[in-house]
C-alpha cells in the first residue's frame, strides 16, 4: 500500500521528469516515430500536462523551453511534423542558436552592469 502523500511525491517526479523530456526534440521524434502522438489518450496526458505553466509548477522547471515544446505539443500539426528526423534537427539546432545568442547577450549585460557599478563606485569616491 502508498500512502497519498508518497503516491502524490512519485506523480510529481514522474511528471516533472516527464515534461523536461519534452524539451528534447529527439526524444519528441522517437514518439512520434513510435505512434503515441496519435493515440487520443496520449495527446490528452499532453493537454492536462499545461498545469505546468503556472508559476507554482514551474518554478522546479530546469529546461524552460520543455513548455514551449508542451505548447506546441497540442496543435496536431505541430505532433504530425516530428515524425521527420529532419524537423527534429531544426528544433534541435533552433535551440543551440538561441542558447548561444542568450549566453552572449547575457555575458554583454553583466560586463556593462559589473562596469556601470565600478563608475558609480569611482565617481562616489
Not at 499545461?50 to 513548455?67: G, R, T
Not at 556593462?112 to 565617481?123: C, D, F, V, W, Y
Request: glycine fraction near 2%; include cysteine; hydrophobic fraction near 35%.
Amino acid at each position: 500500500y502508498v500512502s497519498d502523500d508518497t503516491g502524490n511525491r512519485l506523480r510529481f517526479q514522474l511528471e516533472l521528469e516527464f515534461v523536461q523530456c519534452l524539451a528534447n526534440p529527439n526524444y519528441l521524434n522517437f514518439l512520434a516515430q513510435r505512434g503515441y502522438f496519435k493515440d487520443k489518450a496520449f495527446v490528452n496526458y499532453l493537454k492536462y500536462l499545461l498545469y505546468w505553466k503556472e508559476p507554482e509548477y514551474a518554478k522546479y522547471l530546469k529546461y524552460p523551453q520543455c513548455l514551449h515544446m508542451l505548447e506546441l505539443l497540442q496543435y496536431e500539426h505541430f505532433r504530425k511534423e516530428l515524425v521527420n528526423a529532419q524537423c527534429a534537427k531544426f528544433i534541435d539546432e533552433q535551440q543551440i542558436l538561441h542558447w548561444q545568442h542568450y549566453s552572449r547577450k547575457r555575458m554583454r549585460l553583466q560586463q556593462a552592469l559589473a562596469e556601470q557599478q565600478q563608475q558609480n563606485n569611482t565617481s562616489v569616491k
